[in-house]
């Protein structure tokens, strides 16, 4: 069993960044796979970025690229999700999952585990 639990969501102005985390309960952080997703009002969940166990590689949605970087540390049970030059279309609940998988999966119903969520809002 894992825990989730994100932090660091706020508001922030356009252009602004904000560096969201995810702790994680447990001693077996390193076996998941961890992901970011996000999901907007009226919108379905959506992946944003993935990670593998010892991070080494990494996958991001296309409206994320060269703006968004996730990173973990094993030691600290912890992933985090950088975000810089937000817009307005980034906000959303952002969520942290865990997949006991061997590579990075996007579909949603690869994550065995999922945070509550952290609120990220962006003024224009």
């Known amino acids: 069993q894992v825990q989730l639990v994100e932090s660091g969501g706020g508001l922030v102005q356009a252009g602004g960044s904000l560096r969201l985390s995810c702790s994680a309960s447990g001693r077996t952080f390193s076996s998941y796979i961890m992901g970011w997703f996000r999901q907007a009002p009226g919108k379905e969940r959506e992946f944003v970025a993935g990670i593998s166990r010892y991070g080494s590689t990494t996958r991001y949605a296309d409206f994320v690229k060269g703006r968004f970087t996730i990173s973990r540390d094993n030691a600290k049970n912890t992933v985090y999700l950088q975000m810089n030059n937000l817009k307005p279309e980034d906000a959303a609940v952002y969520y942290c999952?865990?997949?006991?998988?061997?590579?990075?999966?996007?579909?949603?119903?690869?994550?065995?585990?999922w945070g509550q969520g952290t609120q990220v809002t962006v003024s224009s």
């Open positions: 999952a865990a997949a006991g998988t061997t590579m990075i999966q996007t579909p949603l119903n690869e994550y065995d585990y």
